[in-house]
């Protein structure tokens, strides 16, 4: 079975300071690894997503996450957040090999919280 | 488009009544999905379908039931709510996996309080 695991439940940062959030996952077949974020009392937006290639992938607000097969990680980074980053943010994984629904693993969401 | 949408937006239920939370989407997706997402839980998926007249269990389906007659709705029941099934719900929608590289398209959620 996969699991998710999202080490920091909130994070509180400095705006234009660096943060990063990290996500772990376990499974015994190849994955498909997700960021979403979700913008208080909204849906879930899908951030970015690795499915195969380069192993650093970006998203078009300036965050990027690298998918580390060996230490099984998909930690999500940006040097400098601005107020409008604050959110909630979900890492998940989808097994690759299953030719499955797409169905997702969620993690337990991190809350970030950027302060003037 | 309106993309994904949910109705009701809010709703408080006594124990033990039902009611069906209705999601539409209008991107010709085939796959639907419906989450709760807890307080520190992340969100869980309940049912899924993978396209007009199938569904399938998720990792909590316990105490729910689908329903996909219409590509474009997946509707939600709660037969005999209980307090428990206080949540915020999510329906989402994606195309199959070829076209949607696994890319699902939340709606805006539905807020259920059971008392």
């Known amino acids: 079975a996969q699991s998710v695991t999202q080490l920091d439940s909130q994070v509180p940062v400095f705006e234009e300071a660096p943060v990063e959030l990290r996500c772990n996952y376990s499974?015994?077949?190849?994955?498909?690894l997700f960021w979403y974020v979700q913008y208080p009392n909204q849906g879930l937006q899908l951030l970015l997503k690795y499915l195969s290639g380069s192993t650093l992938v970006e998203s078009i607000n300036g965050f990027e996450a690298e998918f580390n097969k060996s230490q099984t990680s998909f930690h999500l980074r940006k040097p400098s957040v601005h107020i409008s980053d604050t959110a909630e943010y979900f890492c998940a994984v989808s097994d690759r090999d299953r030719g499955s629904q797409g169905n997702l693993i969620f993690g337990k969401g991190t809350k970030l919280s950027v302060k003037p | 488009n309106a993309g994904v949408t949910q109705t009701p937006k809010f709703r408080v239920l006594k124990t033990g009544q039902s009611m069906t939370l209705l999601c539409a989407q209008d991107m010709n997706h085939e796959y639907m999905y419906w989450y709760r997402q807890d307080p520190g839980m992340g969100l869980r998926l309940i049912h899924y379908s993978v396209g007009e007249g199938t569904t399938a269990k998720g990792e909590v389906p316990d105490g729910y039931n689908v329903s996909r007659l219409k590509k474009q709705n997946f509707l939600l029941g709660l037969e005999s709510a209980a307090p428990s099934q206080t949540s915020v719900y999510f329906c989402?929608?994606?195309?199959?996996?070829?076209?949607?590289?696994?890319?699902?398209?939340f709606g805006p959620g539905t807020r259920l309080t059971v008392t």
């Open positions: 499974s015994s077949v190849s994955v498909y």
């Open positions: 989402a929608s994606s195309y199959d996996n070829a076209r949607s590289s696994y890319e699902q398209y």
